[in-house]
């Protein structure tokens, strides 16, 4: 941490953590949607509330930053479950085809007489 002081490259390195950050949080999306679904939330709300408490109780402003960073990016994540099942129901992403999805309905039955 005394190199990043000295040569002022704190910013730069909190900066590009962040994009890697959130850069890894999108995959997470797409496959915990994928293979659990909207109970997936779960997950990046109890990881973000351990970020945030995390956060809280460190010492270093780098690594504080970066769990609050980590923490508000699981928020996100929370908001973007609900974006990748509109995605998957568009088409643009695979379905899995081990679920059901909300908007299937296998109850109707469709007879092409």
Same mark, same amino acid.
Request: proline share 4%; with cysteine; hydrophobic share 40%.
């Given at each position: 941490?005394? $190199? ?6 704190? /910013? +730069?390195? =909190?900066? @590009?953590? %962040? !994009? #890697?950050?959130? &850069? ?15 109970? $997936? ?6 990881? /973000? +509330?351990? =970020?945030? @408490?995390? %956060? !809280? #109780?460190?010492? &270093? ?53």
């Amino acid at each position: 941490m005394d $190199f990043l002081s000295t040569y002022h490259l704190q /910013g +730069l390195v =909190l900066g @590009l953590c %962040s !994009l #890697l950050i959130i &850069g890894i949080c999108h995959p997470i999306v797409i496959k915990g949607e994928y293979h659990f679904g909207q109970r $997936f939330k779960w997950f990046f709300a109890v990881a /973000g +509330l351990l =970020l945030c @408490l995390g %956060s !809280l #109780l460190v010492d &270093g402003v780098m690594l504080s930053s970066l769990m609050g960073v980590g923490a508000f990016s699981c928020f996100w994540g929370i908001k973007e479950m609900g974006d990748q099942q509109e995605r998957v129901r568009k088409g643009w992403f695979p379905r899995n085809p081990r679920r059901t999805y909300p908007w299937d309905n296998p109850t109707q039955t469709t007879d092409n007489q």
